[in-house]
């Protein structure tokens, strides 16, 4: 892709310091030493918004809208850009600075572009606009529709502060413009780049570019809005420049320049107006006098400006420029060369006549900034270096200083031709070889090494292509290129030495430390030896700052420890290495002995007793002296055999054996007392009479009575004593007695004597006294009720369990079920006093009732046995016939009736 450069050079007589950025409401300031800018959001300077606290504003009253708050508002401290004209501090002079440079009165500065002569402005006069959106059409419409863009970022560098802003032009979009502000810190100028991209598929063709600035430098000192503008360089000229100044035409130190060394750019200064109305064409090739002049001075209130014919751009190319402002007359050269063709070595930029130091026998890229628009040739010390024509050449240093020059030919059909009057140009560089050594080898130090152990070749790697020299001492001495052996048989330290490469670029000797070290001292001994088997044997080892290891005949090894418990089965040998720090090592040797255990075991073992039992033990084995021991105590304990009669269950029983090496071995037995059966054949009792008492201890092996029965249960119907012995199933014996006493009564005559019952009626039979019943009906409840003519018969079980059978014999005749008198006498004789219903059953529902002649009751009772007393309210009635009525319900239920008459007699 094709590139194009183009600086463009704002020159102040300004200073930059305080390094501090600051990004409010779209707006960016930027606060120098000597210097303060304020950026808007189209990339204009002067800011619809407020500077912070600390900025030196001045820019007297302005009512500016800010499209990034959506406010129009009077902007106080608005900021455009402000001066310490004399280097010496804000408060410091007479006057102490200047500025606001173009903010009172009629805000104007900004920049345009124009594609095939379609122009849009970016001017801060655009904000003086309620609504105003900081882009404008070359007719003056505030739109906007085709520019647009805002400040991306802001850095601050160590030497300069950064403000970026990117945009877009045309519909549809064709260029991409980037905008950059460098404010140098200590410095009076500010240089801003910019990057013109085609980011569309269509040739831009005659593309123009404008900078311009209505200048009002000292308006805030004298209240003076003109000042004296000087075209200053006009092209051709020997180098290239383009500059155009305006001064305070009471104060010349209000000085501004706006300038570049680019030979496609026009200067001009405006007859009046803020800015050029011009098509961009005729104010760069100098056809507009009647607005502009192009050389020359006047001193008014109107805009100056740069103009740049940038060509055609092709898709994806890009050209890029910048621009500055500058205070003081003596940065103008140091600012041009800001502009101007320059080295580029690593993204770094070295200007006309630069020293570049190259690394001896290196090969360097080196560019041309701003190369566009030029055939190059190169020379190396004055000598045309064949094939040497592009924007690049690689350098090869020598041991010798050179000079490199490139000479630029403007292109005939370029915006920089010869036909236009431009002039080659010539830009050199110093190049000084440096002798850079290669880096050291890399080596492996230091090596260690034990006495008397096998050493091999010291170790270094050289760099590729490069050889390794070896020395014994670190200066002099005559190199060696095999590596040396180190000797191992006496301890100490030796240090060789290794560089790579040849004089005069050999690198530096890198020692190489050999140590020899003696081998760690050890002293190893067994604490007591000659155990018995399974016990614990110490070992010993006497060290310092050294790691352990113990290794047995046969085992695994245990490590990190100088003293070990150890219980080998037979005797064993033990290896004891250490090792040092410095992996030496030194090692000893250990045997223990080991002697064998008795062997011993109690015969039986674990044994079963029934109480009060003993039993004899034997100790099974080797020969052996014996020592017994039990809970209770044992008759000759040391005898190879033993009576034990335990006292309690699971009683140990333990031996212990010792053989003539002293080793001792124990054995041990529980016996277990099992516990007797319990027969259980009851408390002495008495039985009924004639009865058997049959006896059943319980569930048992065996069983045998005092009589040789061996059966489980026994039946017994004698007054006397009976036992048994039986036999549990753990094999022991128990026993139990009893005694029958005596002889029990058994029930009887608790029936009542024969009875005869009316056909009709029922008998109650009750018993009382006994603890189970049962009669011949199949009740076994003590009272039943009985009809009609049978033999009743009872068995009963009184609470000793003696049976005791009664009967009964039951008849039955025809009765009359009641009668009722005919007459009575109520005269207190005793006799036939009362008159009542004669009724031989149970009844229910019972209802008597006496009327006298005249119907009325003298007599009701619902009382089965209360009668007549033949009075009526106490009164006795007179002698005469009454009428009874008798109703009533019998034990089954039935309802009887019966009426007639009585005869009162007194």
């Given at each position: 892709?094709?590139?194009?450069?183009?600086?463009?050079?704002?020159?102040?007589?300004?200073?930059?310091?305080?390094?501090?950025?600051?990004?409010?409401?779209?707006?960016?300031?930027?606060?120098?030493?000597?210097?303060?800018?304020?950026?808007?959001?189209?990339?204009?300077?002067?800011?619809?918004?407020n500077?912070?606290?600390?900025?030196?504003?001045?820019?007297?009253?302005?009512?500016?809208?800010?499209?990034?708050?959506?406010?129009?508002?009077?902007?106080?401290?608005?900021?455009?850009?402000?001066?310490?004209?004399?280097?010496?501090?804000?408060?410091?002079?007479?006057?102490?600075?200047?500025?606001?440079?173009?903010?009172?009165?009629?805000v104007?500065?900004?920049?345009?572009?124009?594609?095939?002569?379609?122009r849009?402005?970016?001017?801060?006069?655009?904000?003086?606009i309620?609504?105003?959106?900081?882009?404008?059409?070359?007719?003056?419409?505030?739109?906007?529709?085709?520019?647009?863009?805002?400040?991306?970022?802001?850095?601050?560098?160590?030497?300069?502060?950064?403000?970026?802003?990117?945009?877009?032009?045309?519909?549809?979009?064709?260029?991409?413009?980037?905008?950059?502000?460098?404010?140098?810190?200590?410095?009076?100028?500010?240089?801003?780049?910019?990057?013109?991209?085609?980011?569309s598929?269509?040739?831009?063709?005659?593309?123009?570019?404008?900078?311009?600035?209505?200048?009002?430098?000292?308006?805030?000192?004298?209240?003076?809005?003109?000042?004296?503008?000087i075209?200053?360089?006009?092209?051709?000229?020997?180098?290239?420049?383009?500059?155009?100044?305006?001064?305070?035409?009471?104060?010349?130190?209000?000085?501004?320049?706006?300038?570049?060394k680019?030979?496609?750019?026009?200067?001009?200064?405006?007859?009046?107006?803020?800015?050029?109305?011009?098509?961009?064409?005729?104010?760069?090739?100098?056809?507009?006098?009647?607005?502009?002049?192009?050389?020359?001075?006047?001193?008014?209130?109107?805009?100056?400006?740069?103009?740049?014919?940038?060509?055609?751009?092709?898709?994806?190319?890009?050209?890029?420029?910048?621009?500055?402002?500058?205070?003081?007359?003596?940065?103008?050269?140091?600012?041009?060369?800001?502009?101007?063709?320059?080295?580029?070595?690593?993204?770094?930029?070295?200007?006309?006549?630069?020293?570049?130091?190259?690394?001896?026998?290196?090969?360097?890229?080196?560019?041309?900034?701003?190369?566009?628009?030029?055939?190059?040739?190169?020379?190396?010390?004055?000598?045309?270096v064949?094939?040497?024509?592009?924007?690049?050449?690689?350098?090869?240093?020598?041991?010798?200083?050179q000079?490199l020059?490139a000479?630029g030919?403007?292109?005939?059909?370029?915006?920089?031709?010869?036909?236009?009057?431009?002039?080659?140009?010539?830009?050199?560089?110093?190049?000084?070889?440096?002798?850079?050594?290669?880096?050291?080898?890399?080596?492996?130090?230091?090596?260690?090494?034990?006495?008397?152990?096998?050493?091999?070749?010291?170790?270094?790697?050289?760099?590729?292509?490069?050889?390794?020299?070896?020395?014994?001492?670190?200066?002099?001495?005559?190199?060696?290129?095999?590596?040396?052996?180190?000797?191992?048989?006496?301890?100490?330290?030796?240090?060789?030495?290794?560089?790579?490469?040849?004089?005069?670029?050999?690198?530096?000797?890198?020692?190489?430390?050999?140590?020899?070290?003696?081998?760690?001292?050890?002293?190893?001994?067994?604490?007591?030896?000659?155990?018995?088997?399974?016990?614990?044997?110490?070992?010993?080892?006497?060290?310092?700052?050294?790691?352990?290891?113990?290794?047995?005949?046969?085992?695994?090894?245990?490590?990190?420890?100088?003293v070990?418990?150890?219980?080998?089965?037979?005797?064993?040998?033990?290896?004891?290495?250490?090792?040092?720090?410095?992996?030496?090592?030194?090692?000893?040797?250990?045997?223990?002995?080991?002697?064998?255990?008795?062997?011993?075991?109690?015969?039986?073992?674990?044994?079963?007793?029934?109480?009060?039992?003993?039993?004899?033990?034997?100790?099974?084995?080797?020969?052996?002296?014996?020592?017994?021991?039990?809970?209770?105590?044992?008759?000759?304990?040391?005898?190879?055999?033993?009576?034990?009669?335990?006292?309690?269950?699971?009683?140990?029983?333990?031996?212990?054996?010792?053989?003539?090496?002293g080793?001792?071995?124990?054995?041990?037995t529980?016996?277990?007392?099992?516990?007797?059966?319990?027969?259980?054949?009851?408390l002495?009792?008495?039985?009924?009479?004639?009865?058997?008492?049959?006896?059943?201890?319980?569930?048992?092996?065996?069983?045998?009575?005092?009589?040789?029965?061996?059966?489980?249960?026994?039946?017994?119907?004698?007054?006397?004593?009976?036992?048994?012995?039986?036999?549990?199933?753990?094999?022991?014996?128990?026993?139990?007695?009893?005694?029958?006493?005596?002889?029990?009564?058994?029930?009887?005559?608790?029936?009542?004597?024969d009875?005869?019952?009316?056909?009709?009626k029922?008998?109650?039979?009750?018993?009382?006294?006994?603890?189970?019943?049962?009669?011949?009906?199949?009740?076994?409840?003590?009272?039943?009720?009985?009809?009609?003519?049978?033999?009743?018969?009872?068995?009963?079980?009184?609470?000793?369990?003696?049976?005791?059978?009664?009967?009964?014999?039951?008849?039955?005749?025809?009765?009359?079920?009641?009668?009722?008198?005919?007459?009575?006498?109520?005269?207190?004789?005793?006799?036939n006093?009362?008159?009542?219903?004669?009724?031989?059953?149970?009844?229910?529902?019972?209802?008597?009732?006496?009327?006298?002649?005249?119907?009325?009751?003298?007599?009701?009772?619902?009382?089965q046995?209360k009668?007549?007393?033949?009075?009526?309210?106490?009164?006795?009635?007179?002698?005469?016939?009454?009428?009874?009525?008798?109703?009533?319900?019998?034990?089954?239920?039935?309802?009887?009736?019966?009426?007639?008459?009585?005869?009162?007699?007194?």
């Amino acid at each position: 892709m094709k590139r194009l450069s183009i600086y463009l050079l704002f020159i102040l007589n300004l200073s930059f310091s305080a390094s501090k950025a600051q990004l409010v409401n779209g707006c960016s300031f930027l606060k120098g030493t000597f210097v303060e800018v304020g950026i808007a959001p189209n990339g204009g300077f002067g800011t619809p918004e407020n500077a912070p606290a600390g900025y030196h504003s001045r820019p007297g009253t302005p009512i500016m809208y800010n499209p990034s708050t959506a406010t129009y508002l009077t902007r106080n401290t608005a900021l455009g850009f402000v001066a310490d004209w004399d280097l010496n501090g804000f408060n410091v002079g007479t006057p102490t600075y200047f500025g606001d440079y173009f903010m009172p009165g009629t805000v104007q500065e900004g920049w345009a572009i124009a594609v095939n002569g379609v122009r849009h402005n970016a001017y801060t006069n655009s904000y003086t606009i309620n609504g105003g959106t900081g882009f404008t059409s070359s007719t003056g419409s505030s739109s906007g529709l085709n520019f647009a863009g805002n400040i991306i970022s802001h850095t601050i560098n160590p030497t300069d502060i950064v403000s970026k802003w990117k945009g877009t032009f045309g519909n549809p979009t064709q260029l991409e413009i980037e905008q950059q502000t460098s404010l140098l810190i200590s410095k009076s100028y500010f240089v801003m780049k910019i990057k013109v991209k085609n980011i569309s598929t269509s040739i831009a063709q005659k593309v123009f570019y404008l900078r311009t600035v209505d200048p009002d430098n000292e308006q805030t000192i004298t209240n003076n809005f003109s000042t004296k503008n000087i075209i200053a360089f006009q092209l051709p000229n020997a180098a290239n420049k383009v500059l155009v100044t305006a001064q305070g035409a009471t104060n010349p130190n209000a000085y501004l320049g706006l300038g570049t060394k680019d030979c496609r750019a026009t200067a001009f200064a405006r007859k009046s107006g803020l800015f050029p109305i011009n098509n961009l064409d005729v104010l760069h090739n100098k056809t507009a006098t009647l607005d502009n002049i192009f050389a020359g001075s006047n001193t008014v209130d109107a805009a100056i400006g740069l103009v740049f014919n940038l060509g055609d751009i092709a898709p994806g190319e890009t050209v890029n420029f910048a621009y500055a402002y500058v205070l003081n007359a003596i940065d103008l050269d140091e600012a041009f060369n800001q502009t101007s063709n320059s080295f580029d070595i690593n993204s770094v930029s070295y200007a006309d006549n630069s020293t570049y130091n190259q690394p001896y026998n290196s090969n360097q890229n080196i560019c041309i900034n701003n190369a566009s628009g030029f055939t190059w040739q190169w020379y190396l010390n004055g000598v045309a270096v064949v094939g040497a024509t592009s924007q690049c050449y690689v350098n090869t240093a020598t041991l010798l200083n050179q000079t490199l020059t490139a000479i630029g030919t403007p292109v005939a059909s370029g915006p920089c031709s010869i036909t236009g009057g431009n002039l080659p140009v010539t830009i050199t560089l110093n190049v000084i070889p440096t002798l850079v050594p290669p880096s050291a080898p890399i080596v492996i130090s230091p090596v260690s090494y034990c006495i008397n152990e096998t050493a091999v070749s010291l170790q270094a790697t050289a760099s590729v292509g490069l050889n390794l020299n070896w020395y014994t001492s670190a200066t002099g001495s005559i190199p060696t290129s095999t590596a040396p052996i180190p000797n191992t048989t006496t301890f100490g330290t030796t240090t060789y030495y290794v560089s790579q490469g040849t004089a005069p670029l050999e690198s530096v000797r890198v020692p190489i430390v050999v140590k020899v070290n003696n081998l760690p001292s050890l002293s190893a001994f067994i604490t007591t030896n000659g155990k018995c088997l399974g016990d614990s044997i110490i070992l010993n080892a006497i060290s310092s700052n050294v790691s352990y290891e113990w290794t047995p005949t046969s085992g695994a090894s245990i490590t990190n420890a100088a003293v070990i418990n150890v219980a080998p089965s037979i005797n064993t040998t033990y290896t004891i290495k250490v090792t040092d720090a410095n992996g030496c090592k030194n090692s000893a040797i250990l045997n223990t002995i080991v002697h064998p255990l008795p062997s011993v075991n109690i015969l039986p073992h674990a044994s079963e007793l029934c109480v009060n039992d003993s039993i004899l033990l034997i100790a099974g084995g080797s020969t052996a002296t014996y020592l017994w021991s039990t809970t209770n105590a044992i008759y000759n304990p040391t005898s190879n055999m033993v009576y034990v009669r335990p006292m309690q269950n699971n009683t140990k029983v333990k031996i212990v054996a010792t053989n003539n090496f002293g080793c001792k071995v124990a054995d041990s037995t529980y016996l277990n007392i099992l516990p007797l059966p319990k027969p259980n054949l009851g408390l002495d009792i008495f039985i009924c009479d004639t009865s058997t008492k049959t006896f059943s201890p319980g569930i048992f092996a065996s069983y045998l009575w005092q009589n040789g029965s061996v059966l489980a249960s026994f039946a017994a119907k004698n007054i006397g004593t009976y036992n048994v012995k039986v036999e549990g199933a753990n094999g022991c014996f128990g026993y139990d007695t009893v005694k029958i006493l005596g002889y029990y009564p058994l029930p009887n005559n608790f029936l009542p004597k024969d009875q005869e019952l009316c056909s009709n009626k029922h008998l109650v039979l009750k018993v009382a006294g006994f603890k189970n019943y049962l009669w011949s009906t199949g009740d076994s409840i003590n009272t039943i009720t009985i009809k009609g003519a049978q033999d009743i018969k009872l068995l009963v079980t009184d609470f000793r369990n003696c049976i005791g059978l009664d009967t009964i014999k039951i008849t039955t005749k025809e009765c009359i079920d009641f009668a009722i008198p005919n007459a009575f006498t109520p005269n207190n004789d005793g006799l036939n006093d009362n008159f009542k219903p004669i009724i031989n059953e149970t009844v229910t529902q019972y209802h008597f009732v006496v009327y006298n002649r005249w119907g009325q009751i003298v007599f009701e009772s619902n009382i089965q046995n209360k009668g007549w007393d033949g009075k009526k309210d106490g009164v006795l009635q007179p002698n005469g016939t009454y009428v009874y009525f008798l109703q009533y319900s019998d034990y089954y239920n039935i309802q009887k009736v019966a009426k007639g008459t009585v005869n009162l007699l007194q």
